[in-house]
């Protein structure tokens, strides 16, 4: 079992950049496709961004081009580049492993961390 530990949230303005960090536990963690979900107020959580572990991405239509996915395994990270941030994309942002199905859906796993919040003021 793999547990996980989001920071890097906070306040910024319109138009500015984060970078989100996932701290997961695991000897296994190189072997799980890993993502990044968030969760809106009043919204259901929904799915942002993964990378396989053959480092292959995705990414939600609302956040392509703006924000990048990667991972360090050796440090069992994942991050979450985020540029260009408009208020839309303020969330609690969470990690955890993903299940990958063709055609592209992306479900995740159960091991939640608490999530770090992402504010964008306009």
């Known amino acids: 079992q793999v547990q996980v530990a989001e920071s890097g949230g906070g306040l910024v303005q319109a138009g500015g950049s984060l970078r989100l960090s996932c701290a997961a536990s695991?000897?296994?963690?190189?072997?799980?496709?890993m993502g990044w979900f968030r969760q809106a107020p009043g919204k259901e959580r929904e799915f942002v961004a993964v990378?396989?572990?053959?480092?292959?991405?995705y990414y939600a239509d609302s956040v392509k081009g703006r924000f990048t996915i990667s991972r360090d395994n050796a440090k069992n990270t994942v991050y979450l580049q985020m540029n260009s941030l408009k208020p839309e994309d303020t969330a609690v942002y969470y990690c955890?492993?993903?299940?990958?199905?063709?055609?592209?859906?992306?479900?995740?796993?159960?091991?939640w961390g608490k999530g770090t919040l992402v504010t964008v003021s306009s």
């Open positions: 955890n492993g993903v299940h990958i199905y063709v055609p592209p859906r992306f479900d995740p796993m159960d091991f």
């Open positions: 695991g000897r296994t963690f190189s072997t799980y496709d």
């Open positions: 990378i396989s572990w053959t480092y292959n991405t």
